[in-house]
């Protein structure tokens, strides 16, 4: 089974103790990704999935059976929160003060659902303050490539029209990486905290799976997030 390479934010790599990467593409079924990433990080934690829906509702771990929501939470040191993509923006979220992870899959429908915001919010019930949170927004399908149709604009309403621009034909192309980084600043995030990888994952198909490219078949990427165990520190 071929290893799994991860793409690293700065900003995230200079906290203490933090482990996160988003994942590159791996060939093969998404359970041989899932195992990849699994073995990637199994010597500071183990990484806990999903079942994703497009929805916002946020789970934290452990389980045994991924529960049905598309964002996790946890304080938990050894608990790596992972989210699986293929166009859609993986958002990864820390507190390196309370030492609080949170991960979300953000496509349209979440996005419009704003689920970024119900990550804030959920770390802030934990006891997080806002402002010192760090964010990091991955790979994902970028306004170069994301036509969408008018029911995705009466989505996300009249606040969301900044986020769309008119593409070369009559439909117009969402920003989903600029929408969500609004929605973290909405939260409390402050901007210099927010990076952006900023890699289209439709364009780049030497490092990324894309649904719109690829179809039904296309593989998933995996991006993990998480404090590791304390004996590894």
Same mark, same amino acid.
């Given at each position: 089974?071929?290893?799994?390479?991860?793409?690293?934010?700065?900003?995230?790599?200079?906290?203490?103790?933090?482990?996160?990467?988003?994942?590159?593409?791996?060939?093969?079924?998404?359970?041989?990704?899932?195992?990849?990433?699994?073995?990637?990080?199994?010597?500071?934690?183990?990484?806990?999935?999903?079942?994703?829906?497009?929805?916002?509702?946020?789970?934290?771990?452990?389980?045994?059976?991924?529960?049905?929501?598309?964002? !996790?939470?946890?304080?938990?040191?050894?608990?790596?929160?992972?989210?699986?993509?293929?166009?859609?923006?993986?958002?990864?979220?820390?507190?390196?003060?309370?030492?609080?992870?949170?991960?979300?899959?953000?496509?349209?429908?979440? /996005?419009?659902?704003?689920?970024?915001?119900?990550?804030?919010?959920?770390?802030?019930?934990?006891? *997080?303050?806002?402002?010192?949170?760090?964010? !990091?927004?991955?790979?994902?399908?970028?306004?170069?490539?994301?036509?969408?149709?008018?029911?995705?604009?009466?989505?996300?309403?009249?606040?969301?029209?900044?986020?769309?621009?008119?593409?070369? /034909?009559?439909?117009?192309?969402?920003?989903?990486?600029?929408?969500?980084?609004?929605?973290?600043?909405? /939260?409390?995030?402050? !901007?210099?905290?927010?990076? /952006?990888?900023?890699?289209?994952?439709?364009?780049?198909?030497?490092?990324?799976? *894309?649904?719109?490219?690829?179809?039904?078949?296309?593989?998933?990427?995996?991006?993990?997030?998480?404090?590791?165990?304390? !004996?590894?520190?």
């Amino acid at each position: 089974m071929d290893s799994m390479k991860f793409l690293t934010s700065p900003r995230l790599a200079a906290i203490k103790g933090l482990v996160h990467g988003f994942g590159q593409r791996v060939p093969g079924a998404r359970e041989v990704a899932r195992q990849a990433a699994r073995d990637a990080w199994r010597a500071v934690g183990s990484a806990f999935f999903l079942r994703q829906v497009h929805g916002c509702a946020i789970a934290t771990p452990p389980w045994n059976d991924p529960p049905e929501a598309d964002a !996790s939470v946890t304080g938990h040191e050894g608990h790596l929160l992972a989210i699986e993509t293929a166009d859609c923006l993986p958002i990864l979220i820390v507190d390196p003060v309370q030492k609080r992870v949170a991960a979300a899959h953000a496509g349209w429908r979440g /996005s419009a659902a704003r689920v970024a915001v119900e990550a804030v919010n959920r770390l802030i019930a934990m006891g *997080s303050d806002p402002r010192r949170l760090l964010a !990091s927004l991955g790979p994902a399908i970028g306004p170069c490539c994301y036509e969408v149709g008018p029911e995705v604009e009466e989505a996300f309403g009249a606040q969301g029209a900044a986020f769309f621009k008119q593409g070369p /034909s009559v439909r117009k192309h969402l920003d989903v990486v600029a929408a969500n980084r609004a929605q973290l600043e909405e /939260s409390g995030v402050r !901007s210099a905290n927010i990076d /952006s990888l900023d890699l289209c994952t439709r364009c780049r198909e030497d490092l990324f799976f *894309s649904y719109r490219r690829d179809g039904a078949n296309a593989g998933r990427m995996i991006s993990v997030v998480g404090f590791s165990r304390a !004996s590894q520190l």
